[in-house]
């Protein structure tokens, strides 16, 4: 689990002020159209419901954006991730996802026909694993593979 996940509730509301509010560096031309793109985005993965690759978010929000490049998807989505607003899910040997940040915890399924991740809402997974004694275990990672509904 990435370690944003602790101070990244809450405080998002006041990081709305776009990039807007650096007027003497930027024209105001490309501050909105910076702004823009970043809503675009935001949506695109709030629509998703599941973590998204930079080029799914490429795709998802290029129909709010036509403009949009892979290098400004890239550059939003290391803002949002500095803002608390994103996270990244990183599962074994495949490239990065992301999803908003701060969730409840849950678990995450990999379609291996059309490598889609999709959420897995809750736990409900039963550990009868035998700690050494004095151990305490705190945390799990743990992931499914298959195929998804859409691929059946
Ligand atoms: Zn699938
Ligand atoms: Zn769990």
């Given at each position: 689990?990435?370690?944003?996940?602790?101070?990244?509730?809450?405080?998002?509301?006041?990081?709305?002020?776009?990039?807007?509010?650096?007027?003497?560096?930027?024209?105001?031309?490309?501050?909105?159209?910076?702004?823009?793109?970043?809503?675009?985005?935001?949506a695109a993965i709030?629509?998703?419901?599941?973590?998204?690759?930079?080029?799914?978010i490429?795709?998802a929000a290029?129909?709010?954006?036509?403009?949009?490049?892979?290098?400004?998807?890239?550059?939003?989505?290391?803002?949002?991730?500095?803002?608390?607003?994103?996270?990244?899910?990183?599962?074994?040997?495949?490239?990065?996802?992301?999803?908003?940040?701060?969730?409840?915890?849950?678990?995450?399924?990999?379609?291996?026909?059309?490598?889609?991740?999709?959420?897995?809402?809750?736990?409900?997974?039963?550990?009868?694993?035998?700690?050494?004694?004095?151990?305490?275990?705190?945390?799990?990672?743990?992931?499914?593979?298959?195929?998804?509904?859409?691929?059946?």
């Open positions: 689990m990435p370690q944003s996940n602790a101070f990244t509730s809450g405080s998002t509301a006041l990081r709305d002020t776009p990039e807007a509010d650096q007027g003497s560096t930027l024209s105001n031309a490309a501050a909105v159209r910076n702004t823009r793109q970043k809503e675009a985005i935001r709030l629509a998703a419901g599941r973590p998204l690759s930079p080029e799914e490429l795709q290029q129909r709010g954006v036509r403009t949009l490049s892979l290098a400004t998807v890239y550059r939003n989505i290391a803002s949002l991730q500095r803002d608390g607003w994103l996270q990244a899910v990183t599962l074994p040997g495949m490239p990065a996802r992301y999803e908003v940040a701060g969730k409840a915890h849950h678990h995450h399924f990999h379609c291996n026909e059309c490598g889609k991740v999709y959420e897995m809402e809750g736990c409900g997974f039963e550990f009868h694993a035998k700690l050494p004694q004095g151990f305490t275990a705190t945390a799990h990672e743990l992931f499914l593979s298959g195929r998804c509904a859409a691929c059946h």
